[in-house]
């Protein structure tokens, strides 16, 4: 069963912009957190940033500064907008939530959105 999917993805120069969205099929107010990760060609997947519930956010540092992680509870989606895109930032990326309930952790992935940054 999907609990997520993923769009936004695309086509964009170095320099451009993009808004990734995160469709979440599950009640937002019972996510410990909300993350985007990548995965470039031949790399590992790594993450890029992350909205835990209590409002921190944080960011890898290649990305301080351009990306921003938000969420909208109302229309249950989580976003990742990203300017001054780079080269080397192409890659697939997804979307991934946690929840927990009694105690355990339930993770859920998108299927991944494709971003490639190219002139």
């Known amino acids: 069963q999907v609990q997520l999917v993923e769009s936004g993805g695309g086509l964009v120069q170095p320099g451009g912009s993009l808004r990734l969205s995160c469709a979440v099929k599950i009640s937002m107010y019972s996510l410990n957190s909300m993350n985007w990760y990548r995965q470039a060609p031949g790399k590992e997947r790594e993450l890029v940033a992350s909205l835990i519930d209590g409002g921190s956010i944080n960011y890898a540092d290649s990305v301080k500064g351009r990306f921003t992680i938000s969420r909208d509870n109302e229309k249950n989606m989580v976003y990742l907008q990203m300017n001054s895109l780079k080269v080397e930032e192409m890659a697939v990326y997804y979307c991934?939530?946690?929840?927990?309930?009694?105690?355990?952790?339930?993770?859920?992935w998108g299927q991944g959105t494709q971003v490639t940054v190219s002139s």
């Open positions: 991934k939530v946690d929840q927990l309930v009694s105690g355990t952790r339930y993770d859920y």
